[in-house]
């Protein structure tokens, strides 16, 4: 039998979809793909899903690039299309559902949670629901179900609006970062398994007034994973993230400095559940004295405040800051948080996970463990610069193998731009 082509298999996708959550009142957004949700603007007039759902040419033309998307599947009997309306329909299911099994829809039909519910209930063989909704992204971690409500947050006032552009708000799916990929030592795993008990044990927590949890100081050197531990955490736990710099928000006009941290605040309290990320936590949170300015003096007062009203337990907010420099925090600021986490210079057998991570999809001829062993001293950072150049170095030869000598020119690079951070040129 021959087998239909991948365009016309998503355009059948699409139609059984429609046909099957038009059918089933059971069947909800969760159940929906990412593509089907977004071929059907689910989210961008609210977030309720509106039936019927109906394929036309012009959603075809949007969603798939198709152009008189009737014309490619009219000589299928179970589809008819409403000339004046311009929609297709399917008019057999059952039919309909077969012909995409055998014409090679199969895959498709096991990772779409809507067909795979119609196709368990049918008992067409080994698709299952369950496994299909497990694997399917969830709607709460997209950017269709967060811009809503940071445009909400925008309306309000202009004061938000502008401290909305002192952040980046990432939803979880648009987080490359992942712990699948991201090494990390058993301290930072275990603080990974306390977030998730707290998670799960909230309303335990909240009756017994245990609050003091979800509140992370991320402490080592540049470029050992604090930001992307940061990040990876956001995507295991679904929930979106707030990166802040102090350096940004600290103003030079005065008095400012502290609205913007009031503001930061309210922001994360206001998109809970989230997790709120401080980069540079000692830029403001330094020890204080008497030569200090006024204002920078109540902008840590403010911080210090801040921090204190927001909780994962109450609130819904997990705050983390992150530095480099943990000796010139205010002790007042160390007090904040229930957990140090420290991130440090990785040893051999790190360097040697770290490398197999980075190199898990490229053809790489040096061996590994040698390699860890000759990158002492070197960052996560650096490791992931080195093979960077070195993949360079092998596609301007035309090659997509790295040689020992592609490997060479990415350690030169790194040993250069570190011995040139030392001089004081470059920042951290």
Known sequence: MEMADHTTLRLMELLLTAEIVNREESLGIADLTPACREAFSIGKNGSDLKRPFIVSNSLAKRALGIEEAHALISSNPFIGFDDFGQRLSVTALDSAARW?????????????????????????????????????????????????????????????????????????????????????????????????????????????????????????????????????????LHMPILEARLSMITSQYLGETSKNIDRIFEIAKRLSPCILFIDEFDYVARTRDSDDHGAMKRAVNTLLKSIDQISLVKTGVLFIGATNHPGILDEAAWRRFDDAVPFT????????????????????????????????????????????????????????????????????????????????????
Do not use: C
């Not at 949890?213 to 990876?232: I, W, Y």
């Not at 035309?398 to 000598?405: C, L, M, P, Q």
């Open 100 to 236: 995409f099994l055998d014409r090679g829809g199969r895959d498709l039909a096991a990772s779409n949670p809507v067909l795979a519910f119609y196709y368990e209930k049918s008992g067409a063989g080994d698709i299952r629901y369950g496994d299909a909704a497990l694997h399917n992204p969830r709607y709460e971690d997209s950017r269709t179900f967060l811009q809503p409500r940071i445009d909400a947050l925008k309306a309000e006032s202009e004061e938000i609006r502008d401290a909305l552009g002192l952040v980046a708000i990432y939803a979880p799916e648009e987080i490359e970062e992942s712990f699948e990929t991201f090494v990390a030592t058993s301290e930072q795993r275990e603080v990974i398994g306390k977030i998730q008990i707290a998670l799960k044990n909230r309303d335990f927590l909240k009756t017994h007034q245990i609050y003091q949890v979800g509140r992370l100081l991320f402490v080592g050197p540049p470029g050992t994973g604090k930001t992307s531990f940061a990040l990876s955490l956001a995507r295991e």
């Open 345 to 428: 210079i990785p040893d051999a057998p790190m360097r040697e996970a770290i490398l197999r991570s980075i190199t898990r999809t490229i053809r790489i001829i040096p061996d590994l463990p040698l390699l860890a062993a000759r990158t002492e001293g070197f960052t996560g950072a650096d490791l992931r610069l080195m093979i960077k150049e070195a993949v360079m170095a092998a596609l301007i030869e035309g090659r997509n193998e790295i040689t020992d000598i592609d490997i060479e020119q990415g350690m030169l690079l790194v040993d250069r731009r570190n011995a040139l951070r030392q001089t004081g040129w470059i920042g951290a």
